[in-house]
């Protein structure tokens, strides 16, 4: 079993930045690739970043890229979501989730944590 918590959502302004981070626990960390995601209300899941078990792969939205990066620290077991230029429709809660599998699909993942609340005011 892999144990998940994020942290670091909260209320920003159009613009503003976010670090989310997502802390694991429980068997080996460091073998798992990881991704976030997020939920709107009356929305799907939909996928926003991942990274792999190595932290040399990456793969990035569309819709945030150039605005969100994704890293991680094994050593740390932390995996950090960095949001900067946030928009309006970034606001949802974003999850964090491990898997061995490499991929965007939100079915694949079989560890979540609880997510945390992001909202961005305009």
């Known amino acids: 079993q892999v144990q998940l918590v994020e942290s670091g959502g909260g209320l920003v302004q159009v613009g503003g930045s976010l670090r989310l981070s997502c802390v694991t626990s429980?068997?080996?960390?460091?073998?798992?690739?990881v991704g976030w995601f997020r939920q709107a209300p009356g929305k799907e899941r939909e996928f926003v970043a991942a990274?792999?078990?190595?932290?040399?792969?990456?793969n990035t939205a569309d819709s945030v890229k150039g605005r969100f990066t994704i890293s991680r620290e094994n050593a740390k077991s932390t995996v950090y979501l960095q949001m900067n230029s946030l928009k309006p429709e970034d606001t949802a809660v974003y999850y964090c989730?491990?898997?061995?599998?490499?991929?965007?699909?939100?079915?694949?993942?079989?560890?979540w944590g609880q997510g945390t609340q992001v909202t961005v005011s305009s």
């Open positions: 429980g068997r080996t960390f460091s073998r798992y690739n």
């Open positions: 989730a491990a898997d061995s599998r490499w991929s965007e699909n939100p079915y694949e993942f079989d560890y």
């Open positions: 990274v792999s078990w190595s932290g040399y792969m990456t």
